[in-house]
């Protein structure tokens, strides 16, 4: 089994920085993919950074320039660096990873969501 751990949500004020952690741990191979994903009140679930196992990144466009993905392979963790937040950008977060395991066998897991959210 691997299990997915999110932290550093949390409120801030328009224009604030916040840093959020996903660590990986459990019967781990190695991880693939990560990426970040936000969900907003009444709509879909969208992708807001990607990076590759290789460090190649990708954001939404209405996060580019803002935010910062990387991950730290020997720790299993993604980061997402968020700066000039703003209200928009109010959502709960979840990471995603795909994991290689013991088995090597892939599988996609999910974080258990962190909510941020951006007001005055």
């Known amino acids: 089994q691997v299990q997915l751990v999110e932290s550093g949500g949390g409120l801030v004020q328009p224009g604030g920085s916040l840093t959020l952690s996903c660590a990986a741990s459990?019967?781990?191979?190695?991880?693939?993919?990560m990426g970040w994903y936000r969900q907003a009140p009444g709509k879909q679930r969208e992708l807001v950074a990607h990076i590759s196992r290789g460090g190649a990144t990708k954001y939404a466009y209405s996060v580019e320039g803002r935010f910062t993905i990387s991950r730290d392979n020997a720790k299993n963790t993604v980061y997402l660096q968020m700066n000039s937040l703003e209200p928009e950008d109010t959502a709960v977060y979840y990471c995603?990873?795909?994991?290689?395991?013991?088995?090597?066998?892939?599988?996609?897991?999910w974080g258990q969501g962190t909510q941020v959210t951006v007001s005055s």
């Open positions: 459990g019967s781990i191979h190695y991880v693939s993919d």
């Open positions: 995603k990873m795909v994991v290689v395991t013991t088995t090597y066998i892939s599988y996609d897991y």
